[in-house]
């Protein structure tokens, strides 16, 4: 027998579920049909060519640079900004004049858009009058130009993503750092224990399920950003800061190759997937149902 | 209490003022290059005159009103669908029990890890058969069911009494006017707090619109800007320092005079 209370729950939950199966659900499921077939051109219509467009993809220079650059920016993009971010927290925990501003400084940058900050560092690396050159010049060192050289592109992009998140991360650290008992410290104390010994022992592990939980976001935002690419690189020089996410932005709709784009993006959701996973069994997740 | 010597707090202090003054560095070099003439953008003069020349350039070179409208709307279109959808949902996974709830909210948290932005070739498809291509809508329908602003509702109307629920009952309430009269009022500190990250998240959104926008009348001040600042029409740095500042301003004004609220709703957001 249907109850009321069950018509009711279906038909508050309907709106949202329409929006969320149209724009989620159904085009994650076809991105995954559509890339086990060719693209349609012209009059020639998709052909099923099942794991084609993957095998495509290990014979492919571009993807493969593709993917050990993600790799790369990954890892300095999330080493550099938790362990900015843990430093940040800990020079501004306590309270004294100037912190606010402090902490102002480093929060900043997380609330504006990605595209300007991409133009203002740009402007920064700029060749010539750039701060960065300028500086460069006046130690009698060559010009240099940091987003537009294969060896250093990608790394230009990497400090852009890591002067924006650093100060979100902080504010994660800073709530758990409150959480340390104040008593601990004070046993620490009379233990004559020092700093280092009681941030290492204590702070650190106490710590921990927010720095597991920063580390998933970072993870995440490594292959999620690439907004800055755009305006300060496009993937280039030679490919050198090409990225997952703004390659399939290329083969999707640069060279409407969407079933290729399809398979590329699989590949991108199986990586979100397996982190997602993996926080799940990782987690202590009490510690942030509070 | 592990005492500080003066070494220590002097070394911290001034090692927290050295970062934050480095930290703020790229956002000074672009203030003091937009608010000088383009003479002096990258030579630092402390008698160089000031200028808001750049900025009425930037305004009169490209339609940056219109972006901005656009902009305004995208934002508002998309915070005011997303509180009513989530509220609804939110609201029947909290306090009703029905058939199929686990599958279901599995289904909405999904969406937490494959969000819609990188769906692009399929969305777009979707818009295509639509005839949504280089429309406003377009550009928001992906994010209207927002799973994270379910989520985020739901942990919150579950904690509301459900003596509160059960008395507005007694007094002759229907379903939806508990909803209306208990959980909304009560649930508006979880909304405010998503409405901030609603707001900067899609003020702040650049690849969809991107895509999916082709002319002036839709595309949103992000998109704007990026074909205003690689223009090579020989723009001055002075001013594309200019349009990015004003593109950043109205969010960088609400951080300022809402810093607390900013952080904390930030930090809800980011602990799901």
């Known amino acids: 027998m249907v109850k009321r209370e069950w018509i009711y729950a279906w038909a508050l939950l309907l709106p949202a579920f329409v929006f969320l199966i149209t724009f989620t659900h159904l085009p994650a499921v076809q991105t995954l049909i559509n890339s086990l077939y060719t693209t349609p051109k012209g009059r020639r219509a998709a052909m099923f060519t ?16 593709a993917m050990v650059n993600s790799g790369i920016y990954a890892l300095v993009t999330i080493l550099a900004s938790i362990l900015l971010a843990l430093a940040m927290a800990l020079l501004v925990h306590r309270s004294f004049r100037g912190v606010g501003l402090m902490r102002m400084s480093f929060f900043t940058p997380t609330v504006l858009p990605l ?3 991409a133009n203002i560092w740009l402007f920064f690396y700029a060749p010539g009058f750039g701060l960065i050159d300028q500086i460069r010049v006046f130690f009698g060192l060559a010009s240099a130009n940091y987003a537009g050289q294969p060896d250093t592109a990608l790394y230009a992009v990497a400090a852009v993503t890591i002067w924006k998140e650093a100060g979100f991360f902080m504010i994660f650290f800073l709530a758990a750092l409150q959480t340390v008992p104040e008593t601990l410290r004070e046993a620490a104390a009379i233990e004559g224990c020092s700093r280092w010994t009681f941030f290492r022992r204590v702070t650190l592990p106490l710590i921990m399920p927010t720095t597991l939980f920063v580390s998933v976001n970072a993870v995440i935002n490594a292959f999620r950003l690439v907004d800055h690419v755009f305006v300060m690189t496009k993937g280039g020089p030679d490919n050198a800061s090409m990225l997952l996410l703004y390659y399939i932005f290329e083969t999707g709709f640069r060279y409407w190759d969407t079933a290729y784009a399809g398979a590329l993006t699989m590949v991108l959701i199986a990586i979100l997937a397996a982190v997602g996973i993996g926080q799940f069994f990782l987690a202590d997740k009490r510690v942030h149902y509070r | 209490m592990m005492q500080d010597t003066a070494l220590d707090r002097i070394l911290m202090r001034s090692g927290g003022a050295l970062l934050a003054l480095l930290w703020f560095v790229p956002l000074a070099y672009a ?10 953008e990258a030579r630092f003069d402390l008698t160089a005159p000031l200028t808001l020349g750049n900025f009425s350039a930037a305004w009169q070179q490209a339609p940056f009103a219109r972006y ?5 709307l995208l934002v508002a279109m998309i915070l005011a669908a997303q509180l009513v959808l989530c509220t609804l949902a939110a609201f029947a996974f909290a306090r009703l029990s029905f058939p199929g709830k686990s599958i279901l909210f599995a289904l909405i948290l999904l969406q937490l890890l494959v969000m819609p932005d990188i769906l692009l070739v399929e969305n777009y498809k979707t818009m295509r058969a639509l005839g949504l291509v280089d429309s406003i809508l377009a550009i928001g329908l992906p994010y209207f069911a927002s799973g994270f602003a379910i989520f985020l509702l739901r942990q919150t109307f579950m904690t509301i009494p459900k003596e509160l629920d059960e ?3 007694i007094e002759g309430c229907s379903l939806l006017g508990v909803l209306w009269r208990v959980y909304v009022p009560l649930g508006k500190p979880a909304m405010l707090a998503f409405g901030l990250v609603s707001v900067s998240h899609h ?12 002319s002036v009348e839709t595309r949103p ?3 704007g800007l990026s074909i205003f600042a690689t223009t090579d029409s020989g723009t001055s740095w002075a001013v594309i320092n200019a349009a990015t500042l004003m593109t950043a301003a109205p969010l960088l004004l609400g951080f300022l005079l809402f810093q607390r609220q900013f952080v904390q709703s930030f930090m809800r957001a980011g602990i799901k």
């Open chain 1, 50 to 65: 099942g794991l084609g467009n993957y095998q495509q993809m290990l014979s492919d220079p571009v993807f493969l640079k």
């Open chain 2, 221 to 223: 001040l992000t998109v």
């Open chain 2, 31 to 40: 203030i003091w290059a937009a608010f000088h003439p383009a003479a002096f």
């Open chain 2, 68 to 72: 901005f409208l656009n902009t305004f």
């Open chain 2, 203 to 214: 003020w702040n959104n650049f690849l969809w619109p991107l895509i999916i926008t082709n």
């Open chain 2, 167 to 169: 008395a507005a009952r």
């Open chain 1, 115 to 117: 595209i300007a900050v």
